[in-house]
């Protein structure tokens, strides 16, 4: 009788050794940053798209030159960072007629900020030749569907947020942040 109390108690625990977390203590080594999937539709012709880039902004910008002030004091982070020139930026978000592209936002090779939070996160379009200025928003991360209310992603230290998606109607697209 006592061995089989013994048995009875000694199972769960082998259980929980058995199937329980893999893991342990070890330290969490998930990336840093936030990602999701860019859905298209309505492409433009080939020759109007000539760059998308996500830019993650701390604060939402109300004028032009609060979006070059916020890259330069770094409150405002590029994926795929501006290194990569546009043939990185189309590699790496996909070609000129994906239906879908899964992207991954992290804090290796960009300046994105370890716990912070992002008020405004879009997608940028350049549509000519002018680097400082034919730009234009192409999809915002919204919670509210069909809308274009930014809504804000907080990146958390060694934790990646996977739900940031963003919809890009090329019929339909987001207003500037600024008037």
Request: charged share 20%; hydrophobic share 40%.
């Amino acid at each position: 009788m006592a061995k089989r109390h013994l048995a009875l108690l000694l199972l769960p625990a082998a259980l929980c050794l058995l199937f329980g977390c893999d893991k342990g203590l070890a330290p969490i080594t998930e990336d840093t940053g936030f990602s999701g999937v860019i859905t298209f539709k309505n492409w433009p012709p080939p020759d109007s798209v000539l760059e998308l880039r996500l830019v993650a902004f701390e604060v939402y910008p109300s004028d032009s030159s609060g979006i070059f002030n916020a890259l330069l004091n770094g409150q405002a982070a590029v994926y795929p960072h501006v290194t990569t020139g546009v043939a990185g930026a189309l590699e790496i978000l996909g070609n000129r007629s994906a239906d879908t592209v899964r992207y991954a936002f992290t804090t290796e090779g960009t300046i994105l900020k370890k716990d912070a939070t992002y008020n405004y996160v879009v997608l940028g379009w350049r549509y000519g030749p002018n680097y400082f200025a034919d730009w234009a928003p192409a999809g915002v991360y919204t919670e509210t569907p069909g809308t274009f209310v930014p809504a804000s992603v907080t990146v958390r230290d060694r934790r990646m947020r996977k739900d940031v998606n963003i919809t890009v109607d090329f019929h339909n697209l987001p207003p500037k942040p600024w008037k």
